[in-house]
Nanobody
């Protein structure tokens, strides 16, 4: 059974920091690319960051310079470090594991963790 479990969310003041974790089980974690997405109330889910199995990373323009994505394959965990948080970062944050296969891809989502940033 595949599980992705996010943790580390919470309430923080503007300018503060949080580190989200996404622990995976039931998959060969090291072969999966990992993404973080977020969804604010009344808005569509948006992509935030990704890290490939080769440790290449990319970030959405809205979070560049403030967020960082990393992974620890020994712990089957991906991380999203969030600094200089803004009220507009308030959202439920989800992680996704993705592995291409012929004709498609395997992808799995976590249940999400709430991040709330007060002004």
């Amino acid at each position: 059974q595949v599980q992705l479990v996010e943790s580390g969310g919470g309430l923080v003041q503007a300018g503060g920091s949080l580190r989200l974790s996404c622990e995976a089980s039931g998959i060969t974690f090291k072969i999966y690319g990992m993404d973080w997405y977020r969804q604010a109330p009344g808005r569509q889910r948006e992509w935030v960051a990704c890290i490939t199995r080769g440790f290449d990373t990319d970030l959405a323009d809205s979070v560049k310079g403030r967020f960082a994505i990393s992974r620890d394959n020994d712990k089957n965990t991906a991380y999203l470090r969030m600094n200089s948080l803004k009220p507009e970062d308030t959202a439920v944050y989800y992680c996704k594991a993705l592995h291409p296969i012929p004709g498609g891809a395997l992808d799995y989502w976590g249940q999400g963790t709430q991040v709330s940033v007060s002004s």
